[in-house]
């Protein structure tokens, strides 16, 4: 038994016309909590206690080099400009050395939120970098056994 890397992974789309697109340099938001509420209980010394709420996720955030004829980019600023998009389904798999998946995490009914490009600076000669932000209304995890 041994960690996973980091940096070996995959993102899948289904829905929204978007074909296969190129490898993503950074996936991030992969977040649940459990969030807790405080209730009065009465008088005495401490007159609240806890209990929990449903589980909150953060946005899930995508990062790469700027891709031309990007399907997925195209979705993305038809859904900001003209708000017009197909919710799909987002999946990202954490992949072992042999490409089988350690983790698979699985995002339902996903639409964008935003997308930016990093500054473009003549001086430093680096990629220009687009991340798509999603929101999901569930996500599910999958371990591999």
């Known amino acids: 038994m041994y960690p996973a ?3 070996h992974f995959d993102v899948k789309f289904n829905g929204g016309g978007i074909m296969a697109e190129g490898g993503f340099q950074q996936v991030s938001g992969l977040k649940a909590k459990l969030g807790s509420q405080k209730v009065k209980s009465g008088g ?5 206690f806890k209990l929990p709420t449903p589980s909150t996720f ?6 790469r080099g700027v891709m031309v004829g990007s399907s997925l980019r195209h979705w993305v600023t038809q ?5 017009e998009f ?3 389904t987002v ?5 072992d050395e042999n490409q089988n998946p350690v983790i698979t995490w699985t995002a339902y009914n996903v639409w964008p939120v935003s997308w930016s490009v990093d500054d473009l600076n003549s001086e430093n000669g680096k990629v220009a970098i687009e991340t798509f932000e999603l929101a999901f209304d569930r996500i599910t995890t999958k371990f591999k056994t």
Not at 44 to 48: E, F, K, L, Q, S
Not at 91 to 95: A, D, G, N, Q, V
């Open 86 to 88: 197909t919710p799909i």
């Open 58 to 63: 953060d946005n899930i955030k995508l990062s």
């Open 5 to 7: 890397v980091n940096f």
């Open 79 to 83: 859904a900001i400009y003209n708000f």
């Open 44 to 48: 005495g010394a401490n007159p609240y």
């Open 91 to 95: 999946t990202i798999i954490l992949l």
